[in-house]
């Protein structure tokens, strides 16, 4: 089995460990780097609408998507209506989803919805969940178990969840559809 990074949660700060469990750790991000795009995002204000207003976490997709441009990569939206199957799994890094999240306060679950963000990639042949959450990295196992946990986390339509694929920038002509499989290109459109 490979060596699996895997950063467990803190605070408010679920951005920023799916980020360093996406990149393995690799160039770690930290919270003052995270916390400097949300001042460049919008300079000059008091609350700023990127993170948590004490300024603990909880980072928007604007700072998510910022952070991957500084390590030349890039964010797209995956559209939920489609099936996780046309992606060409060769061409991203890897997945952040945002999830709901219960807000807990010690032992009692308090009635807030709260938003979570995990990174899901491939390392050596395998897939794993890196949810800073979970004790450790769950073994999602091959592509098709994968792309199944994809479909369920995406078919919970009453706990609105996103996903976004994580690809290196390019440049240049016909790169907004490169992650999605040659066979399925024509059709999607």
């Not at 990074?5 to 995270?34: I, P, V, W």
């Not at 300024?55 to 996780?84: H, S």
């Not at 907004?176 to 499989?181: A, L």
Request: glycine share 4%; with cysteine; hydrophobic share 35%.
């Amino acid at each position: 089995m490979p060596s699996v990074y895997h950063e467990k949660q803190m605070r408010q700060l679920c951005a920023l460990h799916a980020l360093n469990n996406l990149f393995q750790g690799d160039q770690s991000y930290t919270k003052g780097e995270l916390d400097d795009i949300c001042n460049n995002l919008s300079p000059n204000v008091w609350i700023n609408p990127h993170r948590s207003v004490l300024g603990l976490g909880n980072y928007d997709i604007n700072v998510i998507m910022t952070a991957l441009q500084k390590r030349n990569c890039e964010a797209i939206w995956f559209d939920k209506r489609k099936d996780p199957s046309i992606i060409d799994l060769d061409s991203i890094i890897g997945f952040i989803l945002n999830i709901p999240s219960d807000y807990k306060f010690g032992v009692i679950t308090l009635p807030l919805r709260r938003r979570h963000w995990i990174a899901v990639r491939r390392i050596g042949d395998s897939y794993y969940n890196l949810d800073s959450k979970l004790r450790q990295p769950e073994l999602l196992g091959n592509e098709a178990d994968m792309l199944q946990f994809l479909r369920e986390q995406l078919s919970d339509e009453l706990h609105q969840r996103e996903l976004f694929l994580v690809l290196e920038q390019q440049s240049g002509e016909n790169t907004d559809q490169r992650w999605i499989k040659q066979s399925y290109r024509k059709a999607v459109v």
